[in-house]
């Protein structure tokens, strides 16, 4: 059974995603913690909710970003976790953290990486007039949004489409996408390899696509 850690800043709809698909069945394992950096953060209540532990670790207690993130490890470590799952965790990691987790440290991006990495993806795609657009999971490395790629799910830009639309119908995507990859990862299919992702047994090329939703 997977274990996972989850960290957060906010509401946690990629947490509660992944909460149901634990709760269905769909991912074989079961969040052992959800980590925040804020005491306000909702969706530590998410987990409460489901018996879930939680722990808060607030990052302006800490004079550097290294002693941060050894706490952060600290806690982490003590869950004894298989994959750590960003899900709209606030904070930029240390290369120390970052290669603590080596191939065990997973992020959701809102674009379809390369492109758009960093903030406002949503706006930039409108502003570049993509056709389509969409949201990846990678494994994460020290260079922000450039760890390799493990799957992707695209939605078409619509004509009628302004940055707050976009932005929610990827996030439905996301809602999908995230516990799709866990699952994989909890049944064996997902690997990570000398720094690739393998999946049932081959390197992956270019990332898997999630089908579009019914």
């Known amino acids: 059974m997977l274990k996972i850690a989850v960290l957060i800043s906010g509401a946690g709809s990629n947490l509660q995603a992944i909460m149901d698909a634990v709760a269905r069945g769909?991912?074989?394992?079961?969040?052992?913690?959800?980590?925040s950096n804020r005491a306000d953060a909702y969706g530590l209540e998410r987990a409460k909710a489901q018996g879930i532990a939680t722990a808060v670790i607030t990052h302006g207690d800490f004079a550097e970003r290294a002693a941060f993130d050894q706490a952060l490890i600290r806690q982490i470590d003590a869950w004894d976790v298989d994959v750590v799952v960003l899900a709209g965790f606030m904070r930029i990691l240390t290369a120390a953290f970052v290669g603590?987790?080596?191939?065990?440290?997973?992020?959701?991006?809102?674009?379809?990486?390369?492109?758009?990495?960093?903030?406002?993806?949503?706006?930039r795609a409108l502003e570049a007039g993509d056709l389509e657009?969409?949201?990846?999971?990678?494994?994460?490395?020290?260079?922000?949004?450039?760890?390799?790629?493990?799957?992707?799910?695209?939605?078409?830009?619509?004509?009628?489409?302004?940055?707050?639309?976009?932005?929610?119908?990827?996030?439905?995507?996301?809602?999908?996408?995230y516990p799709q990859v866990l699952a994989w990862l909890a049944d064996g299919s997902l690997q990570y390899d000398a720094g690739r992702p393998r999946f049932r047994g081959q390197p992956?090329?270019?990332p898997l696509q999630l089908p579009p939703s019914r």
Not at 26 to 35: C, F, Q, S
């Open 26 to 35: 769909e991912i074989d394992g079961r969040i052992a913690g959800v980590l």
């Open 100 to 123: 603590h987790y080596e191939g065990r440290l997973l992020n959701i991006h809102p674009s379809l990486l390369p492109r758009y990495k960093g903030l406002h993806t949503h706006r």
């Open 133 to 177: 657009h969409g949201c990846s999971v990678h494994y994460v490395t020290a260079e922000l949004d450039g760890g390799p790629v493990i799957a992707q799910a695209t939605i078409p830009v619509l004509p009628h489409d302004t940055e707050a639309s976009l932005a929610a119908r990827v996030h439905e995507s996301e809602h999908r996408l």
């Open 204 to 206: 992956l090329a270019t």
